[in-house]
């Protein structure tokens, strides 16, 4: 089983919908989870870090579930501009495991 | 402020050559990691220097090697070149502590002919 799984898409959503990623994670013991975005032949970075309680930025909401050991991403009002791949990521003192992303179509 | 500043943007190498990629850190940071992406999937972690060590290291052959100098910038090697070494390769740059924010260089595309 792969350490992060992550559902590829492509989702392809209209401007102004509302879309859901999942991540799954295999260590039970992983401390720290964050969600990065990557543009088409870009470099990735930080969208937003993830904690048990859940957070919100903007129209972005991220949520932890230990329990089950996922990970969620929710977009909100969806703009032309969000359209990328979005990473579900598990920090570590040394390394960070990525998975392989979800690609995200925003259609006007 | 500079960001992770890498070079070559991109190259071309045949099979069984050697390359190195450079890589200097965000200023005021201390560590750098650096990873493979492959067309299609997630950065892989090849390793991680800190102090001008290596601390750890992904699951990759002793063809990749590296190196963090004094001024905490770094080089990655890639020895006897594979087709399968194609890829982007990402330097990351953050501070070696717990729930750090890594900040990426635009990387290095390769291609392996």
Redesign the interface.
């Known amino acids: 089983r792969k350490e992060?799984e992550q559902d590829?898409g492509p989702f392809n959503v209209p401007e102004g919908a509302t879309v859901a990623f999942n991540c799954t994670y295999s260590n039970s013991a992983s401390?720290?989870f964050?969600w990065y975005r990557q543009d088409c032949r870009?470099?990735?970075?930080?969208l937003m870090?993830v904690y048990s309680s859940g957070n919100e930025d903007g129209r972005f909401t991220a949520q932890l579930n230990r329990a089950s050991q996922y990970i969620s991403l929710l977009i909100r009002d969806s703009k032309l501009s969000d359209s990328a791949t979005y990473?579900c990521v598990l920090?570590g003192?040394?390394?960070?495991?990525?998975?392989?992303?979800t690609r995200l179509k925003v259609l006007a | 402020d500079a960001g992770v500043t890498q070079s070559p943007t991109h190259l071309i190498k045949t099979r069984g050559q050697q390359v190195t990629l450079r890589c200097s850190p965000k200023s005021g940071h201390d560590t750098v990691s650096w990873y493979q992406q492959a067309l299609g999937q997630g950065p892989q972690f090849i390793f991680q220097y800190y102090e001008e060590e290596e601390r750890q290291r992904g699951n990759f052959p002793d063809r990749f090697s590296g190196h963090q100098f004094p001024n905490y910038s770094s080089e990655l090697n890639v020895n006897a070149l594979l087709l399968g070494d194609s890829a982007l390769y990402l330097c990351a740059s953050s501070f070696f502590s717990a729930e750090k924010e890594l900040f990426f260089g635009e990387g290095s595309r390769l291609t392996v002919l």
């Open positions: 992060v590829p401390q720290s964050f870009k470099e990735p970075k930080l870090s990473l920090g003192t040394y390394k960070y495991i990525f998975g392989t992303g």
